[in-house]
């Protein structure tokens, strides 16, 4: 069970935090990843971590702009988002995967969990 927050309107330039807590026994046992979707769109990749969030791995639209992160002490997935563009627009959403190993994830097929999504809407 996977449960986003942080999601808002924003002005192009800015920053938000998205954070999404996982209600799993064990968070270290998962990658984590978030993607996001316009309307009429696909769901696409932005950034992944592995479960020491010693690997990350981001999109190249939001690379420099965008900060993955974990708190595994408090199961916590943080994505920093600064310098914000209104094509960032999109319903956020955070994945979980079961994995072994230092491993990272940038497909959606990759995940079995996912959260409920938080709205992100950049103004021009």
């Known amino acids: 069970h996977l449960v986003e927050s942080g999601g808002g309107l924003v002005q192009a330039g800015g920053s938000l935090r998205l954070s999404c807590t996982a209600s799993?026994?064990?968070?270290?046992?998962?990658?984590m990843g978030w993607f996001r979707q316009a309307p009429g769109k696909e769901r696409e990749f932005v950034a992944a971590?592995?479960?020491?969030?010693?690997?990350?791995y981001y999109a190249d639209s939001v690379k420099g702009r965008f900060t993955i992160s974990r708190d595994n002490a408090n199961n916590t997935v943080l994505l920093q988002m600064n310098s914000l563009k209104p094509e960032d627009t999109a319903v956020y959403y955070c994945?979980?995967?079961?994995?072994?190993?230092?491993?990272?994830?940038?497909?959606?097929?990759?995940?079995?969990?996912w959260g409920q999504g938080t709205q992100v809407t950049v103004s021009s």
């Open positions: 799993v026994r064990t968070f270290t046992n998962y990658a």
């Open positions: 971590i592995s479960w020491s969030g010693y690997r990350t």
């Open positions: 994945a979980a995967r079961f994995t072994v190993g230092e491993n990272y994830f940038a497909t959606p097929g990759d995940y079995g969990y």
